[in-house]
């Protein structure tokens, strides 16, 4: 499934949320472009379960370089989704695989 165009994700930046199923559950996921890489994540805080975002495409901190949760302020590894600082540290996002084919970022795994 079509995520979004590569072109509008700023690297390092990140885009959503966007409705996609992931387990069969319907889900909202990101996409965090950083370093020329590209991963997404569903948009889970592994803390309390919240979404991660206050406002769309904000997923990231001041620096943009980590994935930060609005909610309590946990901080995590834009490659891996791993919580690096706060109180779900040592968790993970749930990461989505994800291709780019023709110019657009695709889920590979969910639907
Ligand atoms: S819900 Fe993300 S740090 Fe608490």
Sequence with gaps: ???CP???IADPGARGPFPLTVDGRPEQVFVVRMNGRVAAFVDRCPHARAPLEMAPDQFLDLSCSEILCSMHGARFDPASGRCLLGPCKGRSLQRIEVAIRDG???AVAGG
């Design 1 to 3: 499934m079509i995520l």
């Design 6 to 8: 590569l072109a509008e």
């Design 104 to 106: 657009m970022v695709v």
